[in-house]
């Protein structure tokens, strides 16, 4: 099925309000058109003696009524076209968000945050101009246009068709020669702006490690460099901008001289009054209005054909994975009765990876390879390894995030890939940042459940151990935690989304280094906390090091994108040295071998 566009849909829905907005912004044409004629016969009539007082009375009532004429219908469009535009734009926003939402599991795979940001930012503010900026300037123009030529066609067709040649150059060559000379800019400052979103993206979400290192001075530097790129192409277009309006004003220059000549002809034949001459030259003004800002207008089309292809993009994605699957839609029903079956018996989640791997383009490495597992329910793995061995690739395989390159990832026989947004009714994440809104603790821990009661809430903030912080808050659990919850400290932060992860109640829980950042007797108390709370449920624990290793039925310890050692903690211990290495590097004062509770 072909996807609707996102032009034709509000064109259909709001073509009569569309009707009256381009008749509004032709009746406002004609309305400074007519205070012009109006206000040159007055100069002209008042500068003889007249033959009857009414000859000035009657211009001066004219120009008064189409001065305010002018400025009442001028406001009564910008009305109701900025009411209509800022309702398709509301459209265009909830469309996108439902486009979106349901690949919310999928998007930082498919799509960079910078991405996103540009089509929330720009490619919708852009579509909005479509309408106000191209849309209805370029009807206005042809409708002025055609009953410029005909009212001068009355007096003098051979004239009327010389000044349609000028109207010309103005609403169709000079656009052309505009769009043809700035499309390829307009599309290298769109891309080239997309890349420095992207850029300031990363940069903003990696800010610590910039200043850490010491090396904020050579972002700035870099940043600004590929600025001055974009300043570049950008400086070329406001040039071409300036000469394009001296061309465009060199034109209705010559269109004033040419009908300034022809109304003296026409004087000096009788055809017309000598008050009239003023009058003539004076609508050119108004009337070069309308056709001035087509150029400008045509030349945007890039950039909006570029927005269309990137938001239609997204969608289109989604359909052809879909279209490309046959068996997606069966494997997605499957996995959403999964899903509804775990509230009606005791869940027993069986995650299987076999021979999984996964490489994020055909030319790139491997990110994970071979890797087999076989999770059931109940178990705790913990999987360690540095930055880069594979360990959030993983977890985004088992979470369906992404359907791996070779070998299989399933969920009680039902592929991970096809749970989709199922996929939170089976598997909670507790990463190392988890946000808090700008809301009560009891609203942050209900976004596990929002049927949840307030009983469940408090039960679930126990479970997590937050009896002693939340009796300190001067309004218990609807204490505000103020934006990101910086009334908090990080074990505390932590706490609360422990208990939002709890109340989610999912048979499956990873923990994604939830303490990283936390001081070691911190680090301690959460862990212990998070095991006696999450007894029963099946736990992936992807960590940079050993603490809390004793608790874990198993460890894999992964470099590369490959397992380079698996078992028991006691079985690493005994038969791993570098395994044992670890241990003791990051446990000084545990003997090996021993067994640490974990309790401060």
Request: glycine share 8%.
């Amino acid at each position: 099925m072909k996807p609707e566009g996102w032009f034709a849909p509000y064109v259909s829905s709001y073509f009569w309000r569309f009707v009256l907005i381009i008749a509004l912004g032709a009746l406002t044409i004609f309305s400074a058109s007519s205070l012009m004629y109006t206000s040159g016969f007055l100069i002209s009539k008042a500068s003889i003696p007249p033959e009857n007082i009414l000859m000035i009375y009657v211009p001066i009532v004219g120009v008064r009524t189409f001065g305010t004429s002018r400025a009442v219908i001028h406001y009564v469009e910008r009305l109701v076209g900025h009411d209509t535009i800022l309702r398709i734009l509301s459209k265009m926003r909830v469309r996108l968000y439902h486009i979106l939402e349901p690949q919310a599991l999928f998007l930082s795979s498919r799509f960079r945050t910078g991405d996103i940001l540009g089509m929330l930012a720009d490619d919708i503010e852009y579509l909005q101009n479509v309408y106000l900026r191209t849309v209805f300037p370029s009807v206005i123009a042809l409708l002025i246009y055609a009953a410029a030529v005909i009212t001068l066609g009355t007096f003098d067709l051979a004239f009327a068709l010389l000044m349609g040649l000028y109207i010309l150059v103005l609403v169709v060559v000079l656009p052309l020669i505009s769009l043809l000379f700035t499309q390829k800019r307009q599309r290298e400052v769109k891309q080239e702006r997309n890349r420095l979103y992207q850029k300031l993206t990363d940069a903003v979400l990696g800010m610590g490690d910039w200043v850490i290192s010491g090396r904020q001075s050579q972002f700035v530097d870099t940043y600004e460099s590929d600025e001055q790129l974009v300043a570049r192409t950008d400086g070329a277009l406001r040039r071409w901008a300036r000469l394009r309006m001296f061309i465009g004003q060199a034109v209705v220059g010559v269109g004033v001289l040419s009908l300034l000549y022809w109304a003296a002809g026409e004087y000096a034949d009788g055809a017309i009054a000598g008050t009239l001459i003023a009058a003539f030259v004076l609508v050119v003004f108004p009337v070069a209005d309308a056709f001035l800002p087509v150029s400008e207008a045509v030349e945007k089309i890039p950039q909006y054909r570029n927005s269309v292809e990137r938001l239609s993009g997204v969608a289109a994605a989604e359909e052809k994975e879909r279209a490309d699957d046959p068996w997606r839609a069966q494997a997605a029903a499957a996995a959403l009765e999964q899903v509804n079956n775990l509230d009606k018996m005791k869940p027993d989640v069986h995650i299987q990876l076999i021979n999984a791997g996964y490489r994020y383009g055909s030319t790139e490495d491997w990110s994970i390879r071979d890797l087999t597992l076989d999770i059931s329910q109940g178990r705790r793995i913990a999987i360690i390894g540095r930055s880069g061995a594979g360990k959030s690739t993983l977890l985004k395989v088992i979470q369906g995030v992404i359907k791996p390159s070779a070998g299989t990832a399933v969920i009680n026989g039902v592929e991970a890939s096809a749970y989709g947004e199922q996929i939170p009714g089976v598997i909670a994440v507790l990463n190392q940042s988890p946000h808090l809104f700008d809301t009560t603790v009891a609203n942050n821990i209900r976004l596990g459940n929002p049927e949840a009661t307030e009983e469940e809430i408090r039960a679930a903030g126990a479970l997590a151990r937050l009896d002693t912080l939340i009796s300190s808050l001067p309004e218990g659990y609807n204490t505000p935690v103020r934006e990101a919850g910086q009334r908090f400290s990080g074990g505390e932060r932590q706490r609360i989304a422990l208990a939002r992860i709890l109340l989610q109640n999912t048979p499956v829980v990873v923990l994604d280094e939830p303490t990283v950042g936390l001081d070691p007797r911190t680090e301690r108390e959460l862990l212990a906390t998070m095991f006696e709370a999450m007894a029963g449920k099946t736990l992936i624990w992807v960590t940079h090091h050993l603490v809390g290793a004793e608790q874990m039925d198993e460890v894999i310890f992964m470099e590369g994108g490959s397992v380079e050692m698996r078992g028991t903690h006691a079985e690493l211990m005994a038969r791993e040295p570098r395994y044992r290495r670890l241990y003791e590097l990051d446990r000084p004062g545990v003997m090996p071998g021993g067994s640490d509770s974990m309790t401060p």
